[in-house]
């Protein structure tokens, strides 16, 4: 069973929502940040949201503002929820997870498959 898989990546048109979930088991939910990053191909990994472990938010400034990530500690989700989506965000979104997890995805950490997100015109 893999520790972190994320959810509700799909199609959507340009300014629409979209809510993505990363259900972590197997490992210790309390206690860790978890973080969302996309990547699309042939481009570098780049920061979205990260929701340290008492549930204070970062964003990076391209999502600030549309994007909210929040945690559900009962279920060991933390969702990311996608507001005014645009087109040049259409990328694989992954979740991650680790106690010293910062922005830059650096550090042990356990990470999820991914869910893609299109984003049409």
């Known amino acids: 069973q893999m520790p972190l898989v994320e959810f509700g990546g799909g199609p959507v048109q340009a300014g629409g929502s979209l809510r993505l979930s990363c259900r972590v088991s197997?490992?210790?939910?309390?206690?860790?940040?978890v973080a969302w990053f996309r990547q699309a191909p042939m481009k570098e990994r780049e920061f979205v949201a990260l929701?340290?472990?008492?549930?204070?938010?970062r964003y990076s400034d391209s999502v600030r503002g549309r994007f909210t990530v929040s945690r559900d500690e009962p279920r060991k989700t933390v969702f990311l929820q996608m507001e005014n989506l645009k087109p040049e965000t259409a990328d694989v979104y992954y979740c991650?997870?680790?106690?010293?997890?910062?922005?830059?995805?650096?550090?042990?950490?356990?990470w999820g498959p991914g869910t893609q997100v299109t984003v049409s015109a």
């Open positions: 929701a340290d472990w008492d549930d204070h938010a």
């Open positions: 197997g490992i210790p939910f309390k206690g860790i940040h």
């Open positions: 991650a997870a680790g106690t010293s997890l910062g922005t830059t995805g650096d550090g042990d950490s356990y």
